[in-house]
């Protein structure tokens, strides 16, 4: 098992943006310098500029086409999902297979926030305060055996709840994967919130994956199954165009996507003339991930 992360953050307790940047004003001094000695030691590249974005910038701005291919849509329809039970289905290569309810789940884990920076691969990012806990604890709950090598992962598909799975955008329902050491790396969790909220549907609502040195949409949203296999998983957008969205996804600005240049990027919330920046290898997270790539041509495993 990967050892566990250790950012300085300690504050777990927020319910109210206002009130949370408040906290950390007066924790720090000023917001900027405060958050960055917060943010850990995942924020080694970077730091001065790692200011949180607004709870209606993260909930608004959306990738969810389950729901709608417009960033608008997922806040606009997400609102029909039923998220009370949920279970998540744990099987594959695992001593303890099984339907978990998430309730039993969240009561079994320790719930942190992670201030990761968000990358997409259509080149704007935001700066996301999540509730959640590591992904490695919920492995070791189910008890990984020794031939696992890859996670896979599967979001719910309810056409009646979910409006944009009537069209062929992708082959429904939505799936992931990681490599076993990606999945149990101390910097990959399973956000149940945002801002010390409960995680809003069109975010991914009641749990889902994050993984911040990598592209956004391998951080599979409204997770219902999680695999342990022995092969490397089909994911949705590699099934979809292979020339275009590789296996790993890792963020990565000497590699252009095909419609996207990957060297820079534009913040949300700095209007859409706002300056982009030049955008960091592994998303700023090269320090603690890059080793596991260490052995690989990252231009043919993009």
């Not at 079994?108 to 997409?120: H, P, S, V």
């Amino acid at each position: 098992m990967a050892l566990r992360w250790r950012g300085d953050l300690k504050d777990h307790h927020v319910t109210d943006e206002a009130l949370w940047l408040n906290r950390r004003q007066l924790i720090g001094g000023a917001a900027g310098v405060a958050l960055a000695g917060l943010a850990g030691r995942g924020h080694a590249e970077g730091d001065a500029a790692l200011k949180p974005n607004s709870w209606e910038e993260i909930t608004s701005y959306n990738n969810y086409y389950e729901f709608g291919t417009d960033k608008g849509d997922p806040k606009a329809y997400a609102g029909a999902l039923t998220t009370k039970p949920w279970t998540v289905k744990i099987d594959g290569l695992v001593d303890r297979p099984g339907d978990y309810a998430l309730e039993d789940i969240l009561s079994k884990m320790t719930i942190e926030e992670r201030i990761y920076r968000f990358r997409c691969v259509e080149a704007w990012s935001l700066v996301v305060p999540w509730n959640g806990f590591e992904l490695a604890d919920l492995l070791e709950l189910a008890g990984v055996q020794s031939g696992a090598k890859y996670v896979a992962f599967e979001t719910l598909y309810r056409p009646a709840e979910m409006r944009g799975v009537a069209y062929p955008v992708l082959d429904w329902p939505y799936v992931e994967g990681l490599r076993l050491d990606e999945a149990t790396h101390p910097l990959t969790i399973l956000a149940s919130g945002i801002y010390g909220k409960d995680i809003p549907n069109q975010n991914g609502a009641p749990l889902r994956l994050v993984v911040p040195w990598k592209y956004g949409f391998k951080s599979i949203k409204s997770i219902v199954r999680v695999t342990l296999t022995d092969k490397e998983p089909p994911t949705s957008w590699n099934k979809a165009n292979p020339r275009e969205y590789g296996f790993y996804s890792n963020v990565n600005p000497e590699v252009d996507h095909p419609r996207w240049s990957q060297a820079t990027e534009r913040p949300i919330g700095g209007g859409f003339f706002a300056k982009r920046q030049p955008t960091l290898m592994f998303n700023g997270y090269g320090e603690e991930v890059a080793a596991m790539y260490d052995a690989m041509d990252l231009a043919k495993n993009f």
